[in-house]
């Protein structure tokens, strides 16, 4: 929408510009003309009649002045001089523009040894006739452009018809049904050239998403039975009365793996299709029961690390969607704090309407926090360790799924601060 608009403005802004410039040219030419003419031929005539009016004194000495309705002659000896008007007596010989307090004049002038020769012209009618010629081509220039606007608007309008149609069914399309052909509905024109490209990549891409959706739900599918029996196989072995404690410890490794597995095998299902609740009939889980759990499971990864792993419940929270999403969201943030934390204490704490996990490792360089969500990124902390870098995107992507807002700050006295916030329209963050 926005650059659609821009399009149009630019169009409107092209037909204005060109018509004022054209209507401004026009004008500007017409005065130059005129004004060019008219001094042209005043100037010119006034000589004309100076050199005559000489030539003809000097055959008869009795010739009187010439006398004219708008032009005024004057012939004296220079020693008489003062019987010129003040503004043309001290002219030197040739055509002056010359203003008085009542009329603008056309000075030719004379000067010979034994007498001057002044012929004036009134030019105040020209003047006045110039000043409403401009405001004429004023109000010209102004109507002209007003025109230009006009045929901008209405030629812009026509010329982005086709596309603001076909900006309007894109716009207008159901993003969970397969895409409406677009070329029916318009010509075979430049537009329908776009429209029929549309068409194709709607159509590759449907099919690209499709064989994705497609993929991944079969994969999800078929893992969900081997971890089936991974799970089952590893409870009736618990089972068993006999069981030594090393090996119920193995055990119950085999059956959290199994566990998380099946978690982010239905988080991953999720995130393919798009959709907060898959199966239906979702309810609201204690995000401290869940935690508890995850706790448990990365306790076994601290080994002899003189590391703490604590769990605080300040406030019960319970968040509606599916336990296994909540379990793969703590469970990348649990288990990436435990790793790259070496030694101090990694807190869980479930507080009003959010979780965080704070921990006394090395943090992340400031440089590298706005790329934490990056898939395939591994910050500098992160060197010597096995991971491929997707943990946090698909954390990402889940929050922005449910509308969970995550945060991620280096703490004033070391380590790294995460702080999922559940409802964060209430707007109810803890710094730490």
Not at 34 to 48: G, H, M, R, V
Not at 115 to 125: N, Q
Not at 397 to 423: K, M, P, T
Request: aromatic letters at 8%; a negative charge.
């Amino acid at each position: 929408m926005k650059f659609r608009r821009r399009l149009r403005s630019r169009l409107i802004l092209s037909f204005l510009v060109f018509g004022t410039f054209l209507s401004v040219l026009f004008a500007g030419a017409a005065l130059f003309l005129q004004n060019w003419l008219e001094d042209a031929l005043i100037a010119n005539t006034l000589a004309d009649e100076v050199d005559q009016y000489i030539t003809d004194l000097r055959r008869d000495p009795t010739l009187v002045e010439p006398f004219y309705t708008r032009i005024q002659g004057y012939v004296t000896r220079p020693e008489r001089a003062d019987i010129v008007p003040a503004p043309f007596r001290d002219l030197p010989s040739g055509v002056h523009d010359v203003r008085t307090e009542e009329a603008y004049y056309k000075a030719a002038v004379r000067k010979e040894d034994d007498f001057w020769v002044f012929l004036t012209y009134d030019v105040s009618e020209n003047r006045e006739l110039l000043r409403r010629l401009i405001w004429a081509l004023v109000t010209v220039v102004v109507f002209f452009s007003l025109l230009s606007l006009a045929l901008g608007v209405w030629s812009s309008g026509r010329v982005l018809a086709p596309l603001t149609q076909l900006a309007a069914r894109l716009e207008s399309m159901d993003e969970n049904a397969p895409p409406e052909p677009l070329k029916p509905y318009f010509p075979d024109d430049e537009v329908g050239q776009l429209a029929a490209a549309l068409d194709d990549y709607a159509d590759r891409l449907h099919d690209l998403v499709e064989r994705d959706q497609a993929f991944n739900a079969d994969v999800s599918h078929e893992l969900r039975t081997p971890l089936a029996v991974i799970s089952g196989a590893t409870e009736l072995m618990l089972a068993q009365p006999d069981l030594s404690d090393r090996n119920r410890e193995r055990l119950l490794r085999i059956a959290r793996a199994a566990r998380q597995s099946s978690d982010i095998t239905t988080a991953l299902l999720h995130l393919v299709r798009a959709n907060r609740d898959p199966g239906g009939g979702l309810h609201a889980e204690d995000v401290g029961r869940l935690a508890e759990q995850v706790v448990e499971n990365y306790r076994p990864l601290i080994g002899d690390r003189p590391l703490d792993l604590v769990l605080v419940i300040k406030e019960p929270v319970s968040v509606i969607a599916p336990e296994a999403v909540i379990a793969v969201t703590l469970g990348n943030l649990v288990g990436n704090a435990v790793r790259y934390t070496a030694e101090g204490e990694v807190r869980v704490e479930v507080d009003r309407g959010q979780i965080r996990i704070l921990d006394t490792g090395p943090g992340i360089a400031d440089q590298d926090l706005p790329h934490v969500f990056d898939r395939h990124f591994r910050g500098r902390q992160a060197a010597g360790t096995k991971g491929s870098g997707l943990g946090l995107s698909i954390v990402k992507r889940l929050c922005e799924l449910y509308g969970w807002d995550i945060q991620f700050r280096n703490r004033d006295g070391g380590g790294l601060a995460v702080s999922v916030h559940f409802f964060p329209d209430r707007g109810s963050f803890k710094k730490s």
